[in-house]
């Protein structure tokens, strides 16, 4: 049974630095994205940085209203992806959710839609 369980969510302050981590179990790490998606209240998911596992050189993509400003990556053991977010703004207040899926299934790794195993979300407050 795939899970994925999020932390490190919390509250600081515009320009301030949180570390949020995605402890994942019960996955076939072959060639997947590692996606950290972010919601906002009233607006839509959006995804913000997938790590694409089983490369030799670990791709990542980011979405651009945060490149330069976090940084997704994964630990050895391929047990835990991080998003590390630096300068944190307002518009970064948001729930934040781990996702994974096979690159294989088709389409981009912003699709939403195309992620069937989601954690169950850390929040991340940013106060101006």
């Known amino acids: 049974q795939v899970q994925l369980v999020e932390s490190g969510g919390g509250s600081v302050q515009t320009g301030g630095s949180l570390t949020l981590s995605c402890s994942v179990s019960?996955?076939?790490?072959?060639?997947?994205?590692m996606t950290w998606f972010r919601q906002a209240p009233g607006k839509e998911r959006e995804g913000v940085a997938t790590?694409?596992?089983?490369?030799?050189?670990?791709?990542?993509y980011y979405a651009d209203s945060v490149k330069g400003r976090f940084t997704i990556s994964l630990d050895n053991a391929k047990t835990t992806v991080f998003l590390q977010m630096n300068n944190l703004e307002p518009d970064d207040n948001a729930m934040y959710y781990c996702?994974?899926?096979?690159?294989?299934?088709?389409?981009?790794?912003?699709?939403?839609?195309?992620?069937?195993?989601w954690g169950q979300g850390t929040q991340v407050t940013v106060s101006s």
């Open positions: 996702a994974a899926r096979w690159v294989g299934s088709g389409g981009t790794w912003l699709n939403s839609t195309k992620y069937n195993d």
């Open positions: 019960g996955y076939t790490i072959t060639t997947n994205y």
């Open positions: 790590y694409v596992t089983g490369t030799s050189t670990g791709l990542t």
